[in-house]
């Protein structure tokens, strides 16, 4: 595949000019080196690519902006976290509906997650999100993670719009493995909405959120797409498209994008409803940027160790009442992330990213939920 076609390349000879930093200690320098050396033998080796999306949907229309080179100006300022092979693929070409669109970044997204590159997506509106996950459209443990105070469902047939994607994504894909949604604040979503979402369910409220924000780590080392509306965080902090009185800090989303790094799983993350508050410079746009910066030192301090192997972790078998086999876990020696094995079919096991908590609860003689909503999960999907 072609990529060449579905963008209009970046001129870095822009940047440099701006850079707080000696260009060559920055992010923006490693970046402009990996992508000009870019060709089709070597791009195998790429683990990151950066893509631009500068147009977003406003009352059922397609409106360009630039938001994606203010968030690259920002970005490409920054400290070069470490080694990693980060490429720039530009900014998407707008087709000529969302329909189109949609199919672009679904045909790209495939056709990187192939090639085991991650899609870091600067801009756009949340609801680009429904192209990002027609990519998994086959996959049957496709799992979907979204960060956003609302629930972006709707009843029945609307046009596009950023508060109905997910009515459309579950229309199109209602065999969703998993859909977590997280941050959301329970003033704006009543509880009975969930049910119009599909597959397992791991929400976390604000409050929860903010109790302990490592609750989202184990969610995202389970997540193929992580989508973060940046419209719903606190507008104090961020000068947030939708002025929420409430919602995530600016450290809360800087952290949540390193666990979303940390994640081998992870094939996408979309930074999306970047407001500019007409200044190149503005609030969000440096929070994007560095929520963006906070992603790649996570990938880069992605543990390797996997719990099929068994080599490097603590293995921890626990009996509960009412289940005929011991649950087990596996406890990462180097860095404390826990995992479940769940039996598949020919004797085969999956494995799925649990919380030390998951561990504790079955020691207590408990089933964790989480682990009883995999299993029902498994079976339907085997049935």
């Not at 007409?278 to 030192?297: C, D, K, R, S, T």
Request: charge should be negative; hydrophobic fraction near 40%.
């Amino acid at each position: 595949m072609d990529l060449k076609p579905y963008f209009d390349a970046v001129d870095f000879s822009v940047y440099p000019e701006n850079s707080r930093l000696n260009w060559k200690q920055t992010l923006g320098a490693a970046i402009e080196k990996n992508t000009l050396a870019l060709n089709e033998s070597n791009l195998a080796k790429v683990e990151v690519a950066l893509i631009g999306i500068p147009f977003e949907t406003v009352e059922n229309s397609c409106v360009v902006n630039k938001i994606p080179d203010y968030v690259r100006n920002e970005l490409y300022q920054l400290a070069n976290p470490g080694k990693l092979n980060v490429i720039d693929l530009g900014n998407l070409k707008e087709s000529q509906s969302h329909k189109g669109n949609f199919l672009a970044l679904r045909d790209i997204v495939d056709y990187l997650s192939e090639l085991k590159i991650t899609c870091l997506l600067l801009g756009g509106s949340q609801d680009l999100s429904y192209g990002v996950c027609q990519a998994f459209r086959n996959d049957k443990l496709f799992s979907f993670s979204v960060v956003d105070a609302f629930l972006d469902v709707r009843k029945g047939v609307e046009g596009f719009q950023t508060d109905n994607y997910l009515s459309r994504i579950f229309s199109k894909q209602p065999d969703i493995f998993s859909f977590n949604l997280l941050g959301y604040q329970r003033h704006y979503v009543p509880e009975q909405l969930f049910s119009k979402v599909k597959g397992v369910g791991n929400h976390i409220g604000l409050g929860q959120l903010h109790g302990d924000l490592s609750l989202a780590e184990p969610v995202f080392r389970n997540s193929d797409f992580v989508s973060f509306d940046f419209g719903t965080l606190k507008f104090s902090e961020t000068l947030g498209k939708k002025k929420l009185p409430n919602g995530l800090h600016a450290e809360d989303i800087c952290q949540l994008a390193r666990y979303a790094g940390l994640s081998r799983r992870l094939k996408a993350l979309g930074i999306f409803e970047i407001q500019d508050e007409g200044n190149p410079n503005g609030i969000n746009v440096q929070l994007a940027a560095q929520a963006g910066w906070y992603f790649l030192e996570g990938v880069i301090q992605q543990s390797h160790a996997k719990p099929e192997d068994q080599e490097g972790f603590i293995i921890h078998k626990v009996e509960v009442w009412q289940v005929e086999t011991p649950l087990v876990f596996f406890e990462n020696r180097e860095n404390g992330q826990w995992w479940m094995q769940l039996q598949s079919i020919d004797n085969s096991f999956l494995y799925f990213a649990c919380s030390e908590q998951d561990f504790i609860d079955a020691s207590l003689n408990e089933i964790p939920e989480i682990w009883l909503k995999y299993v029902q999960k498994i079976d339907e999907i085997l049935k």
